[in-house]
């Protein structure tokens, strides 16, 4: 691997270096190894949703047109993208729909190591959804939420999803007209799966219409929540100031890494691990203390609410073991690699899987609970710091490179920043000072340079004066590139620059994990309906320059059915099929007001995404 060219972001080339040095492959190596990958697959055509296949449609037109059950390719690559977005909308409402049960559990009492900390969120949305709050106490609030939220995974009947309730109106209004209205998140993901399955639904339109329905589900119902509790569980993330890369790790402390999604887990070994007990503890085993560093998004909720230092994104996790210094590595689910395992072999890592759900085979299982939260958190620490005398000191390197940033920027603390109403934001949108906002999110994929096009597109956008906000790991990308600094106004436009020095923000705002694109969609929601337009007028957009989960694609498809025009860096895997590229980057326009768009190029991106803001304020008379 050419380590120099595969990453923009300072100390990855030299642990792939380090890696080769090692004999230790990561996923760029493993890239190379599946050269070339298949090209059915990549264009969408191949089908193995029965026995009779699998089946490949010729793309070039001189093989088979359809498969043996007659599916065409248009039928395929629609079925296989409508796959897609039912396993991204499975991931994050799952990882809801856990959220949910400690919400319940702590509303019954049941949990004595979490809390309710924000109880006017928790007001806030039982209001919204219609629950009053008048002469009931904290508990009882929670109690008839959770039963709401608990409802809206398998609800029965054709009712609209509950927690529409905080979308816009005109919005509901599109959705209505276009049959897009989600019943409930669980039974939309079912029938996504029942459509694709062989002889269900073979028009791509109807396919991929059901698409869009099924990642409402996802954006403005499961990920919503589980912002939403999270939020009042652990606090509603503030301004918080922090370090961003793998300069984090600490030389002569026991470093552990919380890494996954759900803060449920990663709170807890944060809190537990930096309890005096546990600090003597590691200086009994030789080290200072005890240092937790965050890797992708559940990094991020314990960043934005806790301050913890984030030590990477998706494409450095195996970075981190490679560096020799980390103890423990521990885990929920999603976006972490097996392969962590197999690298953790080289060193002393030890991996540590938690969730019943999520095994890795050659882990070590420590299976967690909400209701023994802390004894268990106990336990996973203990493994970790008795590691530490076991760390290789001549193979360890911990690159020094590492950066202030600040995080926590929550609709409310965005709000409170604006001083306590929209109005200056729009009156700067209105004025020009700011052109647009964009929210750029989503993974890392090693197809591409790492972390190139997330601080490219981001810079090429707020020296345009355009306020760029985002989640996943293009926070953390733009974190490590210094964006989310201060300092980094100087890369700002002369109004964006104005407004980022009155406010005292950066040009780019750390809004959290991926689960919190929600808070994307309640600025677009709000700064809508404070105008009196739809979010599809709003001079705005979406991107997603690295991305490779599933989730992202549902996170894609959501801004798109929310109105917003919407980037993708990656080539998704339709191309197949003119027919549903057109859908997807055309047609879809019309029934949505929103569509995607793709361009590897992050700084063509980036003017067509300004082009079509200017379009927008151009319409609105701006
Ligand atoms: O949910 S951005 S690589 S870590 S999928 Fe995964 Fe993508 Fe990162 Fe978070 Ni989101």
Redesign the pocket.
Known sequence: VPAKGVSATKGVAELIEKAEEDGVKTAWHRLLEQQPQCAFGQLGLCCRNCAMGPCRIDPFGSGPTKGVCGASADTIVARNLLRMIAAGAAAHSDHARDVVEVFKGVAEGRFQYYRLTDVEKLKSLAEALGISTEDKDEQEIARELAEVLEWEFGKPGDEPLRMLALAPKKRIKVWEKAGLIPRAIDREICECMHRTHIGVDADPVSLLLHGIRTSIADGWSGSMMATYLSDILFGTPKPIKAEANLGVLKEDYVNIIVHG?NPILSTKIVEVAMSEEMQELAKKYGARGVNVAGM??TGNEVLMRLGVPIAG??LMQELAVITGAVEAIIVDY??IMPAIVDVAQCYHTKIITTEPKAHIPGAIHIEFNAEKADEIAKEIVRIAIENYPNRPRDRVHIPKHKIEVIAGFSVEAILEALGGTLEPLINALREGTIKGIVGIV???NPKIRHNHSHVTLAKELIKRDVLVVGT??WSIAAAMDGLMSPKAVDLAGPGLRKVCETLNIPPCLHMG??VDCSRILIVLGALADALGLDISDLPVAGSAPEW??E??VSIGTYFVASGVFTHLGVVPPVMGSQKVAKILTEDVEDIVGGKFYVEPDPVKAAETIYNVIIEKRKKLGW
């Open positions: 999604h992708c998004c994104n998706f999603q976006c989503g993974c890392n996943g790991c994990s991926c490779m989960s989730k992202a």
